[in-house]
């Protein structure tokens, strides 16, 4: 069994400061975690994504996220939030090393950057 | 072109009728799966295929059906539409021994009145 929590639904910043969305998740299995962002009126698009290789993950436009097994936690992080980052967050745990195959996604975090 | 297509990409329909939503991949992946996103709730699992033979139901394939007519197609589809089916949905392919990514189409968005 799997599940991914967002702790937070809505997030608000002010363009420059930095970005903080919390995603908690339990998996019976070694898990596969990714983040996915989602524009308005546009599909997903992956952000990066933790495989068992480096805890400390660097995705795109500026974001990393790190995995910690013993806080069961893979938060995502950005130093300096911009304008374009505004858009839907969603943290996702995956079984895909078993026969399940499937991946679970949490609630999606809204993330509004202020000029 | 995108990778992977969804048509169409919205409708609006009427109760009762019965609605077919497709997707096409040029990716070569071998699972498909068909999302359904409403706001609050996340993405949540329809349906989902590893292989032209193989079809799994997801967490909400309750007045859902595929067709899994290639590897490069799978249909979605809504025997008798309801306004609760009103939603957003996604196609999304994998490859097996890959990290379990998804690709997304654009969405297709549908309204049952």
């Known amino acids: 069994a799997q599940s991914v929590t967002q702790l937070d639904s809505h997030v608000s910043v002010s363009e420059g400061t930095p970005v903080l969305l919390r995603c908690n998740y339990s998996?019976?299995?070694?898990?596969?975690l990714f983040w996915y962002v989602q524009h308005p009126n546009k599909g997903l698009q992956l952000l990066l994504k933790?495989?068992?290789?480096?805890?400390l993950v660097k995705g795109i436009n500026g974001f990393e996220a790190e995995f910690k097994k013993s806080e069961t936690s893979f938060h995502l992080t950005k130093p300096s939030a911009h304008m374009s980052d505004a858009a839907e967050y969603f943290c996702?745990?995956?079984?895909?090393?078993?026969?399940?195959?499937?991946?679970?996604f949490g609630d999606g975090t809204t993330l509004t950057v202020k000029p | 072109d995108a990778d992977v297509t969804q048509t169409p990409r919205n409708r609006i329909t009427k109760t009762g009728k019965r609605i077919m939503l497709e997707c096409s991949q040029t990716?070569?992946?071998?699972?498909m799966y068909w999302y359904r996103q409403d706001p609050g709730l996340g993405l949540r699992l329809i349906y989902y295929?590893?292989?032209?033979?193989?079809?799994n139901k997801g967490e909400i394939s309750d007045g859902y059906s595929v067709s899994r007519q290639a590897q490069a197609k799978f249909s979605l589809s809504l025997e008798s539409a309801i306004p609760n089916q009103t939603a957003l949905y996604f196609c999304?392919?994998?490859?097996?021994?890959?990290?379990?990514?998804?690709?997304f189409g654009e969405g297709s968005r549908l309204t049952v009145l």
């Open positions: 996702v745990v995956s079984s895909y090393n078993t026969n399940a195959g499937k991946s679970t």
């Open positions: 998996s019976s299995y070694s898990p596969s």
């Open positions: 933790y495989t068992s290789a480096a805890t």
């Open positions: 990716k070569g992946h071998d699972r």
């Open positions: 295929s590893f292989d032209v033979k193989d079809i």
């Open positions: 999304a392919t994998a490859l097996s021994g890959d990290t379990g990514e998804l690709f």
